[in-house]
């Protein structure tokens, strides 16, 4: 919306709703940010401002073996999450948008259940069927379990990405001899890397981020950081939590910033 | 551009080309390669997700001694402790889409209204918690609400209160904190429908003698209703289902559906009542977007698409 397409109201008329606004963005970002300068906290009670500055809560998460092993789980888990929905994501895409093939719309629905399906049903029953085929407290499991839930995050970002691309571009190629997938490839690739690149990334961060299903099907020596974070939160608040916390928050940063830079360059 | 032209035969009718059937064994090996690339995907979501759900339904279905029985669903007329949980469930998903209307309508709103660079600026207030863990937000919450957390601190350094107040561990500290998470949920389509509201409908109407109040309550606000309705459904269906922040603070007071189903399973291992509650829960669940999208024709899912 340009300026010259406002109301003739103005921004003075208009105060008691940026106020409003402003507010509720507080709200929104407060926690975030209170977090992140407690983690700099020098005293065990967690003040905010902190009294005294120090990095302990850090040193107490890097130095700690049981904190490093899970952050490595999640790591672990998350790049092949990544890998995997995006390969499965990008050719679903793929799929749909060429509009080949009947039902569609249950192939749609089937692919996105996992985003409206709640959590804990997915949860119990990933740990039902794995306790038979003996997944649980695996790595493969825990990658096929964050593959469906980031699935549809894949599907949507790519599938936005062919939908403002001309299919015929591909078809060019392959009427001057290009084969299926070097037309791919060398054609239509490289013009939706930006929405696949963002699918990759969310794949990656809610992989990262799942608690629930990993509260299931993780343990042991699989067990994932957000499974070891919400156990240690049952039991008492370890200031800990808020430096690996403040990893976390960064993270998500660094890849939404990634995800939207990526994204202008198309 | 194609070498066949269509021929008629005596009735009129296009002629079948020559060719037909080659183009249809080619159209059908195109079909056969699309359903090929969904192949593995659609795989991964029948085995992870439609199994394991059908056979809970199945299991739903027999009592212990496994007989085939509704006792697995009749329990939760009879016992007192399910109807708590429902009827908490109810109140807190109610509570929350609630302030979620509140807090999220006059954002939205500002939002729309503000020029495209100081409303992608604001955006990022919205996008960046819903991308941050919510074990990451729950716990801040914990910290901040907590009895000796920073309000409780902040208010009786102040001389507001004497004694610290009841924030977290209860009913309060998990509506606080659902409704942190909850709100870019309804945020994002609600913004998203605004912007399609067309300034020239606002502009007509102010331009005919109506006030900023009565253009926004005749024109602007009734044609964000849909986006509205989409928001408030995906957040009152999420709430029914959210176990993370009412299991850490909810102080064991506040049981939830979720909770309830994760209690039955994990410490009881009474497979059948869980699987009738998830049963329940995902009936519950699609019936009320089933009826949204039967009632306004969109779905209501949009929410992850138009990020």
Partial sequence: MSMENALPISHRQRLWLYALGGLVMLFLIAPSVIIVIMSFSGSSLLEFPPQEWSLRWYESYFGSLEWRDATVVSVKVAVMTAIVATLLGTAAAYAINARTLRLTGLINALLTASLIIPVILIGIGTFFLYARIGLNNTLTGLVIAHTVQALPLVVLTVLSGLRSYDMNQEMVARSLGAGRFSAFFQVTMPQIRFSIVSGTLFAFITSFDEVVVSLFISGGETTTLTRRMFNALRDQIDPTIAAISTCLIVLSIVLLSAAQLFGRGR | ?307
């Fill in chain 2, 1 to 307: 551009m194609s070498i066949v032209s269509a021929s008629l035969d005596h009735a009129g009718k296009p002629d079948r080309a020559f060719n037909a059937e080659a183009l249809d064994a080619d159209a059908r090996r195109e079909a056969r390669g699309m359903l090929a690339l969904l192949s593995l995907g659609l795989f991964l979501v029948f085995a992870v997700i439609i199994v394991p759900i059908g056979w809970l339904f199945w299991l739903s279905l027999f009592d212990e001694g496994g007989q085939l029985s509704a006792a697995n669903y009749a329990r939760f007329f009879e016992q007192a402790s399910y109807i708590k949980t429902f009827v908490t469930t109810f109140k807190v998903a109610f509570t929350v889409t609630g302030a979620c209307v509140l807090l999220g309508y006059p954002l939205a709103y500002m939002l729309s209204q503000l020029p495209r660079r100081a409303a992608s600026i604001c955006l990022i207030f919205v996008i960046l918690p819903f991308w941050t863990s919510v074990l990451v937000r729950t716990y801040a919450w914990l910290v901040i609400l907590q009895r000796k957390g920073l309000v409780n601190t902040w208010l009786m350094d102040l001389g507001v209160i004497s004694q610290p107040l009841p924030l977290a561990n209860n009913f309060a500290g998990v509506v606080i904190g659902m409704t942190h998470i909850m709100l870019p949920f309804l945020v994002l389509p609600l913004y998203a429908s605004m912007k399609t509201i067309d300034v020239d409908c606002l502009r007509a109407g102010m331009n005919l003698g109506a006030s900023p109040a009565a253009t926004f309550r005749q024109i602007f606000f009734p044609l964000s209703l849909p986006g509205l309705a989409s928001g408030l459904v995906i957040v009152f269906v999420l709430c029914l289902g959210f176990f993370v922040t009412p299991a850490l603070m909810g102080g064991g007071k506040v049981i939830m559906w979720a909770m309830r189903m994760e209690q039955t399973t994990s410490l009881y291992s009474n497979w059948g009542a869980g699987a009738a509650l998830g049963v329940v829960l995902l009936a519950v669940t699609l019936a009320l977007l089933g009826l949204f999208h039967w009632l306004l024709g969109t779905r209501a899912t949009g929410v992850w698409s138009r990020r």
